[in-house]
């Protein structure tokens, strides 16, 4: 007998690995005989990097980057040398298993470090950069991780914007000047499993906002700071991509419009 164990993790509790190990485990003890293959798998989330490095032969590189809330973190993302591609797992630098139920805060977090990451990726001559994005503990339409490749954000007077969703209620400019001049010649391919818009009833904000701690008034201010931020990001790109399916990503846009990508699974993106 053959058995194949392929499962997800489970969050706040095992990775991948460690569930498949506990199945297959368990299998031994009662069929002693069977031939047990471990097969973890990832849908955009926590455990994703492993999983694609593992089936790929890659390795994982540590970097110290800003967590969610900015305190240090120590992330990995995965390196396949032979076609320079990066895995990037968002959860790793900015995911919700990073922070206590009590300090999930949808308003504050930030996916800065998700973009140093990158920005390592960047260092070590990454070609293509595959970014999972489930697990987040974030609301900022990635305006921290490009912040962290060179985005600027403005307020009407002039001042630098905070981290944080609920800050882009303020955005005045978007200066895209000093963005990261590499992200020009690397594509990018984001692994996700939903089809969200930006905004609205269905957005980012109402779907996702409550898991990481926004309260329904909050629910509220944040899709309005989304949609202000889409209209400044729709002003620079020249247009407006905020009901594109999986639109939760469209900040990404504003870094290679012609380079970028959406995939609705891990496995289409290996």
């Known amino acids: 007998m053959k058995i194949v164990i392929a499962p997800d993790s489970f969050k706040d509790s095992l990775s991948a690995e460690g569930v498949a190990a506990a199945i ?7 069929l002693p005989q069977a031939e047990v293959v471990c097969c973890p798998m990832a849908d955009g989330g926590e455990g994703t ?11 994982q590189r540590r970097l110290n980057v800003r967590g969610p809330l900015g305190r240090e973190v120590a992330a990995h993302w995965g390196w396949l040398a032979e076609s320079r591609t990066a ?9 919700l298993q990073l922070l206590e139920p009590s300090t999930r805060d949808a308003c504050r977090t930030s996916t800065y470090g998700t973009g140093q990451l990158i920005g390592a990726a960047l260092d070590a001559g990454a070609e293509r950069i595959i970014l999972a994005i489930g697990g987040s503990a974030t609301n900022d339409a990635g305006s921290g991780m490009l912040r962290a490749l060179g985005l600027r954000t403005y307020d009407a007077q002039g001042a630098e914007l905070e ?7 303020n955005v005045g400019r978007i200066d895209a000047s000093q963005l990261d001049p590499r992200l020009a010649g690397v594509r990018l391919e984001v692994a996700a499993d939903v089809d969200n818009p930006l905004c609205g009833s269905n957005g980012a904000s109402a779907i996702f906002g409550p898991q990481k701690g926004a ?24 247009r407006d991509v905020r009901d594109f399916p999986g639109a939760v990503l469209q900040a990404a846009w ?3 419009p012609r380079r970028f990508s959406m995939r609705s699974s891990v496995r289409e993106s290996k």
């Open 24 to 30: 297959a485990q368990g299998i031994a003890g009662v």
């Open 49 to 59: 990097m492993e999983a694609i490095v593992a089936a790929c032969h890659g390795e």
């Open 87 to 95: 895995i990037i797992e968002m959860a790793q630098a900015s995911g």
């Open 163 to 169: 981290e944080g969703g609920l800050a882009l209620c």
């Open 215 to 238: 309260s329904p008034e909050q629910v509220q201010l944040l899709d309005h700071a989304l949609g202000h931020f889409a209209d400044h990001c729709a002003q620079l790109l020249g």
């Open 254 to 256: 504003v870094s290679r």
